[in-house]
Nanobody, 117 residues
Framework: QVQLVESGGGLVQPGGSLRLSCTAS????????MGWYRQAPGKQRELVAS???????NVADSVKGRFTVSRDNTKGTVALQMNSLKPEDTAVYYC???????????WGQGTLVTVSS
């Protein structure tokens, strides 16, 4: 079964940038949509941005123009470039991938992003 490992979270000041990376291991060619979700304390998990295998992206209105999602199908990776970060972007960010063969959603362990001065 495919596993997802995230990296790149941390503490950043408002207005700063971070890049999150997610690497899939296993049968990466079975993966469909890959993307990022986030969950802030006391809130529901929400979609941040996703990408199909062909590169079509879906980006949440709250981060549009600031965050960019990209993927490399040959390497099984998906990245989230986050610019102009705001305190309200503080959350645990989760990598997500859809296994098309198993019809299964796969999640990473999550990485904490804290935006604070």
């Amino acid at each position: 079964q495919v596993q997802l490992v995230e990296s790149g979270g941390g503490l950043v000041q408002p207005g700063g940038s971070l890049r999150l990376s997610c690497t899939a291991s296993g049968s990466i060619f079975s993966l469909g949509v890959m993307g990022w979700y986030r969950q802030a304390p006391g809130k529901q998990r929400e979609l941040v941005a996703s990408s199909t295998r062909s590169g079509l992206t879906n980006v949440a209105d709250s981060v549009k123009g600031r965050f960019t999602v990209s993927r490399d199908n040959t390497k099984g990776t998906v990245a989230l470039q986050m610019n102009s970060l705001k305190p309200e972007d503080t959350a645990v960010y989760y990598c997500n991938a859809r296994d098309r063969l198993l019809s299964l959603d796969i999640w990473g362990q999550g990485t904490l992003v804290t935006v604070s001065s």
